[in-house]
């Protein structure tokens, strides 16, 4: 990729508008890449689920450990759910800014 492609994606990521959680969706930290586009994510209430990625974001969205991710939980199983967003660098110190979610609770799960 050229250095004029990387500016370019850099800028239009930094015009995004944060996307913040709604009702039902909640905030959470991926803990281990499970395969099969399926990841291990805790979240900021306290609950460790099972979340898959969607389509969508397969091969465009990269997920790694430690990423802050926004998490939609099914109904019918609490413990699972769909990943709906994956949050920058620059979107995350907004998001402690803004105390949704706290530096401790992110660096904790990173260090698993």
Same mark, same amino acid.
């Given at each position: ?33 499970? %395969?099969?586009?399926?990841? !291990? ?24 450990? %430690? ?13 699972? %759910?769909? *990943?709906?967003? !994956? ?18 609770? *992110? ?6």
């Amino acid at each position: 990729m050229s250095d004029i492609a990387k500016k370019k994606r850099r800028r239009v990521e930094e015009n995004r508008e944060l996307i913040l959680p709604s009702e039902g969706q909640v905030l959470c930290v991926v803990e281990e890449i499970i %395969g099969a586009d399926h990841v !291990r994510v805790r979240c900021v209430d306290g609950v460790t689920r099972v979340c898959r990625i969607p389509g969508k974001f397969r091969r465009r969205v990269w997920m790694n450990e %430690g990423d802050v991710v926004l998490v939609l939980p099914w109904d019918f199983q609490p413990n699972k %759910g769909d *990943i709906v967003h !994956r949050y920058s660098r620059d979107e995350v110190r907004k998001l402690i800014q803004q105390e949704l979610i706290s530096q401790e609770f *992110i660096e904790s799960v990173g260090a698993l």
